[in-house]
């Protein structure tokens, strides 16, 4: 598998160029883009193919996606981005009962109409917040997929089970819409205190051996993406998490 790299993970491990390189070492094929590796999309470019790393995925806020589509369609197109991710909502933004969610889908909904007319794939990629009930105990996720039906999913299965939601039902009944994954582990109970209580891929408490396997069989995710919030070592965290998951 062309397994990748959320590089969200490294941003507080600069130089970029370091940080590819380390990647390109250790055996990943591609990387996901987020905000703070757009600037220069070209020069950036550059640096992937000196360390033989792509980009097929990458991150574009929800403001990017609606008011400067234009822009997005630039960036994406100098670093070779084919699937288009919308990665979170702002606290102070988030809708609190289940019209609000649905309104939010349906915007995602005609996001996703312009990414595909441009020839891009969509997808939302969920926190944990997704997964709180509702007054009416219903969850935004649902909401947000009901309303937006032709959109994917970037599944981040660790903040789904943080939000207090089983993955697997999920995976079950969207696996289709499930096009990429952040692969993400939590620590046990006492470790990765100084990493907001993440962990190496396979170090932790998610039972990823597993779930590769039930998302290979019933998901259409092409992507498998290692991601860390707040790692105290990136070398460390991107070895120990692919040689991890070259075993599964």
């Not at 994406?76 to 988030?94: H, Q, S, V, W």
């Not at 959109?151 to 819409?177: Q, T």
């Amino acid at each position: 598998m062309n397994w990748s790299f959320q590089l969200y993970s490294a941003r507080n491990f600069q130089p970029w160029e370091g940080v590819l390189t380390t990647l390109g070492k250790l055996g990943y094929a591609q990387v996901e883009g987020f905000g703070g590796v757009y600037e220069n999309p070209k020069a950036f470019r550059a640096e992937l193919d000196k360390n033989r790393l792509s980009m097929p995925t990458g991150h574009f806020s929800i403001d990017a996606l609606e008011k400067d589509f234009d822009g997005v369609r630039k960036t994406a197109e100098a670093l070779g981005i084919n699937l288009l991710i919308c990665p979170y909502l702002m606290a102070e933004d988030r809708p609190s009962d289940a019209g609000g969610w649905r309104g939010f889908g349906e915007r995602l909904a005609k996001v996703g109409e312009v990414a595909s007319q441009a020839g891009y794939g969509f997808a939302w990629h969920n926190h944990d917040f997704e997964f709180k009930a509702l007054a009416d105990g219903s969850v935004p996720q649902d909401h947000i997929l009901s309303s937006a039906p032709d959109i994917g999913w970037e599944m981040d299965l660790a903040w789904v089970v943080r939000g207090g939601a089983d993955p697997l039902p999920w995976i079950e009944k969207h696996g289709k819409r499930i096009v990429a994954v952040h692969v993400k582990d939590i620590a046990r109970p006492g470790e990765g205190l100084d990493e907001d209580g993440w962990s190496d891929v396979g170090h932790g408490t998610i039972d990823w051996a597993n779930l590769i396997k039930v998302l290979r069989a019933k998901s259409a995710a092409k992507y498998f993406v290692m991601e860390q919030d707040n790692p105290n070592d990136i070398e460390r965290f991107a070895r120990r998490s692919i040689a991890s998951v070259k075993t599964y």
